[in-house]
């Protein structure tokens, strides 16, 4: 028999349906034993309670849970409680859960005894001595011998104090699952146990399960509870801890991270360099959906990757973080920022990376914030001198996406690097243009855009090397295969290509050769 344990739910729906896909997958949840507080500093207690009522689940109340439906504590509005965020919390979660719910939860016991797999279960929400007691792996053996001998079973489960652990006092085994909704350890991930019992084989496996925060934290946002909540949720911390580090007050105007992290670089496939920067981002924040968008930049070429870059960003939803790292500075004393620029987020080293993205943002009237990265908490401890990808860039961009602000990442500054961008010359009957970026398919795209020429585009003639071209096509199906030929591509820029062919090949040109158009 497999048996389920969650504790501390705490209002997470998402993080429950995770780990009950995760339970499922594993043949463990014919039972699924609940020990309590199910609601509370989560946004979702009333769809929490009404999955309790599967026939499958056994339950017993928590200490959160009495507290939110006392109809005491709702008539003096939780004054018994310090802290004004979690009595809003409290009042917020009474009124949020159905006349029903609130019903089924005070008709539970606050511990239970249950026979399964020919042991005896004791589930508590906090030790068989009180609810509110707080278990922890470092409890000292004498006070779990105590508690042995007070719950007289073969297996005692615990919640109320967020730690998972297991351990064997004498004949009685102790589980504690961790918290499933509200991790206090750092590690946003929902916590769980499964209990496998073979005849007097019991085995326990602790596990962590990603999920999705963000309709967590939407829900949330929307709520009109403090905003601290919302950072409970990302960071895997405790309300305290979180308004240690971060703040009880959130700008409500913060861009929320949408939880997908882009990579582009020059480093290329053929190394480790692209693996170990996902893997450091799987560590600090596992739920983070990572996307490529290219690790072929040309190497240590900044105008190459700041092209590359602009292009792909805008068709990513807001709150997309795009970790760049083309750094010909690193080890240097180049600075490394993280900025909100619009609607997304980007991390790079200071060398004019961000500048196409910097312009387009001004140019738009969006906004613009940007910080250095010099607060070491937010880096990996002792950082190379020359992976500053892996040290500093990619943990930035997991701490972003766990919505850690700006502002704690580091000191703000007001004058990101720039580079110089190559414009188009004007002429007496035309441009004098350039190529500024040559694809993988040898098309040379040039900084001349389409809306610099003429209407009627059959009047253009252009001068490369000793090629001469007249017109410009609207596809390539409009060519003939092999032909040279202009078009405008895909990033609305004049370009030059040779069909089913190489025009860089062909025309022996690269980067900086000069195009001259006439109309």
Request: hydrophobic content about 40%.
């Given at each position: ?133 707080h278990l922890l792996p470092e409890t ?311 809306d610099q020429l003429p209407a009627d ?63």
């Amino acid at each position: 028999m497999k048996l389920t344990i969650l504790a501390d739910i705490h209002g997470n729906l998402p993080a429950l349906k995770a780990v009950l896909r995760h339970a499922q997958g594993r043949g463990a949840t014919e039972r699924i034993l609940n020990l309590g507080d199910a609601t509370g500093y989560g946004p979702f207690p009333n769809k929490i309670v009404n999955g309790m009522h599967d026939v499958r689940w056994v339950n017993i109340l928590g200490n959160y849970d009495k507290k939110a439906v006392s109809k005491a504590n709702k008539e003096d509005g939780w004054k018994k409680v310090n802290t004004p965020d979690k009595r809003a919390m409290f009042d917020w979660t009474y009124h949020a859960l159905s006349k029903r719910a609130r019903k089924f939860l005070r008709a539970l016991p606050e511990s239970r005894q249950v026979t399964l797999g020919g042991k005896t279960i004791l589930m508590t929400h906090g030790s068989p001595a009180s609810h509110t007691e707080h278990l922890l792996p470092e409890t000292p053996q004498s006070r779990f011998e105590a508690l042995a001998e007070l719950a007289g079973v073969d297996i005692v489960l615990c919640g109320h104090s967020h730690q998972a652990f297991t351990r064997q006092v004498g004949e009685t085994l102790f589980i504690n699952p961790g918290s499933l909704g509200r991790p206090d350890d750092g590690d946003p991930r929902a916590s769980y146990a499964i209990l496998t019992m073979d005849g007097d084989d019991l085995r326990v496996e602790h596990f962590r399960v990603p999920y999705d925060l963000m309709p967590s934290v939407r829900k949330l946002r929307r709520s009109g509870l403090p905003l601290v909540f919302t950072q409970v949720v990302r960071q895997g911390l405790n309300y305290d801890d979180v308004v240690d580090q971060f703040g009880a007050d959130s700008d409500p105007t913060m861009l929320d991270p949408c939880g997908t992290v882009t990579l582009m670089t020059d480093f290329g496939l053929q190394d480790h360099f692209i693996g170990v920067m996902k893997g450091v981002i799987a560590r600090i924040a596992p739920q983070a959906k990572v996307i490529d968008i290219s690790h072929q930049v040309q190497p240590q070429n900044i105008q190459d990757g700041a092209r590359m870059l602009a292009e792909a960003a805008p068709y990513f939803p807001a709150g997309a973080v795009h970790v760049a790292v083309v750094d010909p500075g690193v080890g240097t004393s180049r600075r490394a920022i993280a900025a909100r620029i619009g609607d997304q987020f980007f991390v790079a080293p200071d060398n004019g990376l961000l500048t196409p993205v910097l312009e387009a943002a001004e140019a738009a009237g969006e906004p613009i914030a940007a910080v250095e990265l010099d607060r070491p908490a937010y880096w990996l401890p002792d950082p190379s001198s020359s992976f500053h990808g892996r040290d500093i860039f990619s943990p930035a961009g997991a701490h972003l996406v766990n919505g850690v602000p700006l502002n704690v990442l580091g000191t703000p500054l007001a004058d990101p690097v720039r580079i110089e961008k190559t414009a188009p010359v004007r002429t007496e009957n035309g441009w004098e243009a350039e190529v500024v970026w040559v694809d993988v398919f040898g098309n040379l795209s040039t900084n001349l855009t389409e809306d610099q020429l003429p209407a009627d585009k059959d009047t253009i003639t252009l001068q490369i090397g000793d090629e001469t071209l007249n017109g410009v096509a609207h596809t390539f199906a409009n060519a003939k295969p092999g032909s040279l030929t202009a078009i405008i591509d895909s990033s609305g820029h004049l370009a030059i290509a040779v069909v089913n062919g190489s025009a860089a090949e062909r025309l022996g040109v690269g980067l900086g050769g000069k195009v001259t158009v006439t109309h």
